[in-house]
């Protein structure tokens, strides 16, 4: 399928279209033979004809011009937009029947100024007008997609990735875009201000007039004859366009065309343009930027522009728009950029629409990706990747939470022999929230940090593939998308990968209770361990034991010392190593029973850990998304 790129100028539109997997650059669609038409409507024996066929002197009627600087203030300006819409694509479905049936979506340019209802608004305005699927960028957005894909422009991608300045100097508008690292800031500093090169046209046929001799009869015919006053400016257009493209040639000599105004009378105009003109031009006060001057309200702009970017500056500045040739405009922005790279844009007649057509393929593409990529971090894909390999986490896991709650144990067993704990009941409660709090803190992570570091890098080598496919299909570099580095960009404690939470509380509380009961084993001679120590107090100790052991039976008396407060001196025969030794003995035990409750599905212990990955590499994957935007390769 195509992208057509429909650039819909105060002054001159122009057409492109682009398939949405070629690498060849957007070609113009020429209309009436033309790869820019003059954004002109009219009727003619009851149709819609657009450009120089909507000149009075080929018989159009109603003739408009300059419809879309008045789209914002003038409602009748929405038919005029719509019926010169209309007119292009019925030239286009006329000429290229074929190719517009493989288009598949449109992309039409606006000032940056417009916001998301103008913009929601004017889509609909031009899928009113028979494109389909339409959408809309700001124009200074598709200068920079232009400017960083256009193959004849040679700027060195590097500078284009660092900051960027691009003006987009209309008819209508004069609009910046200031990119960052590849990304579009919120910046709009004129949007859908009034300074454009349409501001000329008007100054240069007012300013013919009042040398006519015949001024007076020819304001007559501009107020009463839209035809014929948009005839008129016009041809003022053409005779300022002509001046720019090579003013050297008209630097002595003014250039000058004689039109005649056919209306109650014939009449003749002459236009003409000269040095001296244009410098009246720009610096004498205009009541439609409010009483100042062109010139005066570029600086302004120009000033901003360097104010907003003064923290990153500008590496190069794009300056685009059928008015940028203008070789003073071109003087003002290398003095306010001075140690700036300037480029003009070779075609900037073409430049905006074929940047419209690379926005189209840029966003439909990011689509796509972003969509597969939310799709495959937080799928089924990573689900089904998880559950083949989680199982290697499992032994690792067991080995780090038993020697974490050996030495939670040890530490609590203390804080009893000390007496901070009352009774063996109470270290019971103590343990429990001692245990819960170090089996999500730092012990387990260091004792798992380079398991799971590794068992991610095994992990995301498998959905590297996947998504080298997705890059290269979306034409996106590689080198952009790669996970290979994910624990280390995100670090383990921002992987989510909370082991309190993966696990839930019935895998916490199986765990729990295995520990407990061996703690408990241990302190209360069960494991033959603990009270039953070694010297006279042990040897007291375990008299007494003995004794009450004979009286009571084996389960009577571990309820009964749960429940006792066992002396200070007495509590010190339990060692360190007599804890650890005791727990030693269940080690086997306490970890096969981590495991089947890891394992076991009821659980959901991989459920939850593909819930927590996908929470961060989809965060991870969709933020190299963004940050690769710019880098979609042509």
């Not at 990153?312 to 059928?322: D, E, F, H, R, S």
């Not at 383990?492 to 990968?497: I, K, Q, T, W």
């Amino acid at each position: 399928m195509k992208i057509l790129g429909f650039d819909l100028g105060d002054g001159e539109s122009a057409v492109t279209i682009l398939d949405e997997t070629s690498t060849v650059e957007p070609r113009v669609i020429p209309i009436d033979g033309k790869v820019s038409i003059l954004s002109a409507v009219g009727d003619r024996d009851g149709k819609i004809v657009v450009g120089e066929a909507a000149s009075v002197l080929l018989g159009s009627s109603n003739t408009q011009v300059r419809f879309k600087s008045r789209y914002l203030t003038d409602p009748g300006a929405h038919l005029e937009i719509r019926r010169f819409a209309q007119g292009v694509y019925g030239e286009l479905t006329r000429t290229e029947p074929a190719l517009m049936a493989e288009v598949s979506s449109t992309v039409v340019g606006c000032p940056a100024g417009w916001g998301e209802g103008r913009r929601a608004q004017y889509a609909a305005l031009m899928e009113s007008a028979g494109f389909p699927n339409v959408s809309v960028v700001p124009e200074s957005r598709a200068a920079f997609m232009y400017a960083r894909h256009a193959r004849g422009l040679r700027v060195d991608p590097a500078l284009m990735q660092k900051s960027a300045m691009v003006i987009d100097v209309g008819s209508s508008t004069t609009d910046f875009a200031y990119i960052v690292d590849g990304h579009q800031q919120s910046l709009s500093l004129f949007g859908d201000a009034n300074l454009g090169g349409g501001l000329m046209d008007e100054r240069i046929l007012e300013k013919c007039v009042n040398r006519s001799g015949d001024r007076e009869k020819l304001r007559e015919v501009m107020e009463e004859s839209p035809a014929w006053r948009s005839y008129c400016e016009l041809e003022a257009r053409r005779i300022k366009e002509r001046y720019f493209l090579d003013e050297e040639k008209w630097k002595d000599v003014p250039l000058k065309k004689r039109i005649v105004v056919c209306y109650k009378e014939t009449l003749s105009l002459e236009l003409q343009i000269d040095a001296e003109m244009v410098r009246e031009l720009i610096t004498e006060p205009i009541s439609a930027i409010g009483g100042r001057s062109f010139l005066g309200c570029l600086r302004d702009a120009l000033k901003a522009a360097v104010r907003v970017s003064q923290d990153n500056p500008a590496q190069v500045v794009i300056l685009t728009g059928g008015a940028s040739r203008m070789t003073f405009l071109q003087e003002e922005c290398r003095e306010a950029f001075r140690d700036t790279l300037l480029v003009m844009c070779p075609e900037p007649e073409c430049s905006i629409a074929r940047g419209l057509a690379y926005c189209g393929r840029i966003d439909e593409n990011l689509r796509v990706f972003r969509s597969e990529v939310a799709s495959l971090a937080r799928g089924e894909v990573l689900s089904a990747q998880v559950n083949s390999s989680v199982h290697e986490l499992y032994e690792p896991i067991a080995k780090a939470l038993y020697d974490t709650a050996v030495e939670s144990v040890v530490d609590t067993v203390n804080l009893w022999k000390r007496g901070g704990i009352e009774t063996i009941n109470d270290l019971d409660a103590v343990l429990t929230e001692r245990i819960s709090k170090d089996f999500s803190g730092e012990a387990v992570r260091e004792r798992l940090t380079g398991t799971i570091r590794d068992w991610l890098d095994r992990l995301t080598d498998r959905l590297q593939d996947r998504l080298m496919n997705l890059c290269y299909r979306c034409g996106i570099p590689p080198e952009q998308m790669t996970l290979s580095n994910t624990h280390l960009d995100t670090g383990l404690n921002r992987v989510d990968l909370s082991l309190t939470d993966a696990m839930g509380m019935d895998i916490l509380s199986g765990i729990m209770g295995v520990v407990l009961a061996a703690v408990g084993a241990a302190l209360c001679g069960g494991g033959g361990v603990a009270i039953l120590g070694t010297g006279p107090i042990g040897m007291i100790a375990g008299a007494s034991a003995g004794l009450l052991l004979a009286l009571l039976g084996k389960s009577t008396l571990e309820k009964a010392l749960r429940s006792v407060r066992i002396p200070i001196l007495l509590r010190n025969v339990v060692t360190d190593n007599a804890v650890r030794h005791g727990l030693k003995r269940q080690e086997k035990a306490i970890e096969e029973e981590i495991i089947r409750a890891l394992a076991d599905p009821k659980n959901g212990f991989a459920a939850r850990l593909t819930a927590s990955l996908a929470q961060t590499l989809g965060a991870q994957m969709e933020k190299m998304a963004r940050n690769a935007e710019m880098s979609i390769t042509a």
